[in-house]
């Protein structure tokens, strides 16, 4: 089963093109990472799968099917909850809109309560929570409807590294059974969890493939003889990295010592920039 985004393009009345052509397939157990500079066209891009942005050519379906929103879930960048209500509260009142009966509601509950680690707080009122907890509160609203697609606009933005990190291996998991794509500014989490990359530029389609390949060809080299003295280099492959350190330790003790390869963020940027 895989959500088909086909020759997607959005052209405004002002003549304005917000994204040209664009192709890709999400399938399950999978996930893609979108990615770009602010403005390439990824809000349109998520806009558009979601039929909140009606695309002035091409189709996206599931399975030939166009009638597929029942299949998705969207955590966006903003968490949606519902502040009164308490965190296992929340979860009720969204089975309930989908007719769901108590006992499967409760399974559920419980269920993505221990996933998270949500039912510590399960009591708390939800405008009590912090900003971290707001994001892990609203990705587990889009867990407990148990849909196919998963589709999360920066997920990790604005929170501490414990609850990052969290986040982050709830999506390792859900990666194993669902399909996945995740906008992000955050390199160090698309290398993380994604398997393979779209990246944006000037709403075009400018590399679609596997996540390690974008950084190809690119060996960084972050190296220091004291905590004032860092030297960056970059090297073709991993061969001359070793090398260089090789002729460094000749005349200076190495403090400290980073390499990069492929270097997925220095591939990035030489796509977007």
Do not use: W
Request: aromatic content about 6%; hydrophobic content about 35%.
């Amino acid at each position: 089963m895989g959500l088909n985004i086909n020759n997607i393009t959005k052209i405004y009345s002002n003549g304005m093109k917000a994204n040209d052509n664009i192709s890709f397939t999400l399938e399950k157990k999978q996930c893609i990472g979108l990615i770009g500079k602010n403005g390439c066209g990824k809000t349109t891009l998520i806009r558009q799968i979601l039929k909140i942005l009606k695309s002035t050519d091409g189709s996206i379906d599931i399975n030939g099917n166009n009638d597929y929103l029942d299949l998705v879930a969207y955590v966006p960048q903003n968490p949606p909850v519902y502040p009164a209500l308490t965190v296992e509260e929340n979860f009720d009142v969204i089975l309930k809109y989908a007719c769901l009966k108590k006992d499967e509601r409760e399974e559920r509950i419980n269920n993505v309560l221990v996933k998270t680690g949500l039912d510590a707080i399960k009591n708390h009122l939800a405008y009590t929570l912090s900003g971290g907890q707001m994001k892990l509160l609203a990705l587990a609203n889009a867990i407990v409807i148990d849909k196919d697609f998963l589709i999360l606009d920066e997920p990790t933005a604005m929170v501490d590294i414990v609850t990052k990190e969290t986040i982050l291996g709830i999506l390792d998991e859900l990666k194993q059974e669902k399909a996945i794509l995740i906008s992000s500014h955050d390199m160090s989490e698309i290398y993380r969890i994604t398997d393979k990359l779209l990246i944006l530029k000037d709403g075009k389609q400018i590399y679609s493939g596997d996540t390690i390949g974008v950084g190809d060809g690119i060996c960084k080299l972050e190296i220091s003889s004291s905590e004032d003295d860092i030297d960056k280099e970059y090297f073709s492959d991993l061969g001359q990295a070793i090398d260089f350190i090789e002729s460094y330790k000749k005349d200076k003790e190495i403090k400290s010592l980073k390499v990069d390869y492929p270097a997925f963020e220095e591939g990035v940027i030489k796509y977007v920039k």
